[in-house]
């Protein structure tokens, strides 16, 4: 096992914990649609793998 793909997997799992917590108290006061929600962090996902390669 690589030690290098276990730490990006939990540090993977660490940031979708912390998005939760991250969405409940700062987005869902907003009003924003789960839909667009979903689609900004789609779309921010992406930009931020493009930049990356």
């Keep these: 096992m690589d030690p290098g ?20 108290r700062f987005v869902t006061p907003l009003g924003v649609h789960p839909a667009a929600s979903a689609s900004y962090q789609m779309v921010l996902a992406a930009l931020g ?4 390669h």
Excluded: D, E
Excluded at 5 to 24: K, Q
Excluded at 49 to 52: A, T
């Design 5 to 24: 793909g276990l730490l990006l997997r939990l540090l993977g799992c660490a940031s979708l914990g912390v998005s939760f917590a991250y969405t409940r």
């Design 49 to 52: 793998s493009w930049c990356l």
